[in-house]
């Protein structure tokens, strides 16, 4: 078995107990507990659970290949007010501020709380091949079976091809995951809901939160770490290849938040001109000393408001959350895909959206490429040097989009940065930044694609694919960028860099400083937690020397 579920001996248990894993694992066992055997009991559960809208105008393509029951429809839940994730409301154990001694009475007090209503219990895998597969448990309350059904269908379902797979796996000294979730948990002390983790104990209770995308992030959270602990580095992002006709292939990876593009771009086909296997656009692993990649899902967790209605894609969707219903002129219920009730409407789309669709890919990656949201940066830029390419996805700049709900106060538009586009990231900075200056120092080429706007001009998604094509083909000519070394661009007609323009030298110097800044700050920001290594604040400041102003400290 890959990770440890069991006890076994004194010794193997000490490694993964923990008072709040003892807390949230005990209520799996509880009488009140009903186990959610496979995908077809969670289907017909989600089915008739209250407010479930059965999509009768839109089945599932070929369900029976999916462990669904044939005749099986899309099926649709809907939130209220909150639809997207709480940043603040996580507690995060090992981080500074955060107190077991506080936290473990909340825990205990929820779990009682759950003694008078019955809970459903449901298991999955993360990670879809023997080097790397996680098994991990999930408990929810009756009346959000959608939750336990989305949730099952978003991971690996348990199926004699991976339950084998799993036996076969590479062991991991790390527990199963456990997660305890409750929506209907309220606290004064927590009006925001509270996704509390403990990452080394891969444990979590996610409380007073409905949102699905809290419980798959939240998921994702413990994997990603359980991931880094062993050698690998851990992505948010897509990766894709490219097989040429001339037998080369080109293995990309792009890393962005939600909004920025990197379902969009991983998804591409380049109106056919390529042969393209998909390996996953939003969680995948890469071993950085053989460079191989692996997948955590099989399924996509993605918006709907670039699928408008009657999109050929969305025949592959098989669960919809978020989103508006219509009644079409057969009688038959169809959804409204444009985001018109809200933002961030959802889907979860099967494996099969991909026509080529593997779970690991063996040929090592040729390019990374963070996707930002910088009106200072041109659409493109290579980066030379591992710890400028490493610095930069550690100060990767976006702007917030509605997948997030933000504590009272948050400026929504203002320019935030997200290191390495990854905001469930619960170990110190030090180790992605370390495991991507490795990639890059083996050879791994590093880009910035600015899926945004560059001094006021937007960039299209066909800008953005006619670089990438342009890189992959091999006849990008890159010239030198500005007074910069260590960076450089394409020269495109439409987006000229001209820095002997005033406003836009102080534009970009002053985006470059506040990278600056946010390094240094590093230094005391949780404790020091996050601080880098001193290569990366040099990195920085050759750039912001380069560039002829004074940096005040």
């Not at 656009?281 to 993605?302: G, H, Q």
Request: a negative charge.
């Amino acid at each position: 078995m890959s990770t440890l579920e069991f006890y076994k001996d004194p010794d193997s248990f000490s490694s993964i107990k923990s008072q709040a894993r003892t807390t949230i694992e005990t209520a799996f066992y509880g009488n009140n507990v009903v186990p959610v055997a496979n995908l077809r009991e969670a289907y017909d559960l989600a089915r008739t659970s209250p407010g479930t809208v059965e999509l009768t105008g839109m089945p599932v393509y070929r369900p029976e290949g999916q462990g669904l029951p044939s005749g099986s429809n899309v099926l649709l839940m809907n939130d209220g007010s909150v639809v997207g994730r709480c940043a603040a409301a996580r507690k995060i154990v090992g981080e500074p501020g955060v107190n077991m001694g506080e936290l473990a009475p909340v825990l205990r007090e929820a779990v009682y709380g759950s003694r008078f209503r019955t809970f459903y219990a449901a298991e999955a895998y993360i990670g879809l091949e023997k080097d790397f597969m996680v098994k991990a448990h999930l408990l929810a309350p009756k009346n959000h079976e959608n939750l336990v059904y989305n949730w099952m269908l978003n991971f690996q379902y348990l199926n004699k091809t991976y339950i084998d797979m799993y036996r076969e796996s590479r062991a991991l000294p790390d527990g199963d995951i456990f997660m305890f979730a409750d929506p209907d948990w309220t606290n004064p002390e927590y009006p925001l809901g509270l996704a509390f983790f403990d990452p080394v104990h891969n444990c979590a209770a996610v409380l007073g939160m409905r949102y699905f995308g809290e419980l798959k992030k939240g998921t994702l959270t413990l994997a990603w770490g359980t991931a880094v602990r062993n050698g690998f580095a851990s992505c948010h992002g897509g990766l894709k290849r490219y097989n040429l006709k001339s037998g080369r292939s080109f293995v990309s990876a792009v890393f962005g938040l939600s909004g920025s593009g990197k379902s969009t771009l991983t998804h591409a086909r380049h109106g056919g001109k390529y042969d393209i296997t998909v390996l996953h656009d939003d969680a995948f692993i890469i071993n950085v000393k053989e460079k191989y990649a692996i997948a955590l899902e099989p399924s996509y967790f993605d918006k709907v408001q670039d699928y408008p209605m009657g999109c050929e894609d969305n025949k592959f969707i098989i669960s919809l959350q978020n989103c508006g219903v219509t009644r079409g002129e057969d009688g038959l219920l169809y959804p409204v895909t444009e985001d018109l009730r809200n933002g961030n409407g959802r889907a979860i789309k099967s494996k099969l959206w991909s026509p080529v669709r593997v779970d690991r890919i063996d040929e090592p990656i040729n390019a990374v490429f963070w996707l930002m949201k910088d009106q200072s940066l041109p659409p493109v830029l290579r980066l030379k040097g591992p710890d400028l390419a490493a610095v930069m996805g550690a100060t990767l700049a976006t702007k917030r989009t509605t997948a997030e709900r933000l504590a009272p106060g948050i400026d929504p538009n203002a320019l935030v940065i997200e290191c390495y586009a990854n905001p469930f990231r619960t170990y110190p900075l030090a180790l992605d930044y370390e495991r991507f200056r490795t990639l890059f120092r083996d050879g791994v080429d590093c880009y910035i694609l600015n899926t945004g706007d560059f001094m006021g001009k937007k960039v299209t998604p066909a800008d953005t694919l006619g670089i990438l094509e342009a890189i992959i083909e091999e006849k990008a000519r890159f010239v030198p960028f500005g007074p910069f070394s260590d960076m450089e661009t394409l020269e495109l007609e439409r987006f000229p860099v001209d820095f002997s323009d005033e406003k836009y030298r102080r534009e970009f110097f002053a985006r470059f400083r506040d990278r600056l800044a946010f390094v240094t700050s590093r230094e005391t920001e949780k404790g020091g937690m996050d601080k880098l290594p001193p290569e990366a604040e040099a990195a920085l400041r050759k750039a912001l020397d380069e560039i002829g102003y004074p940096v005040q400290d």
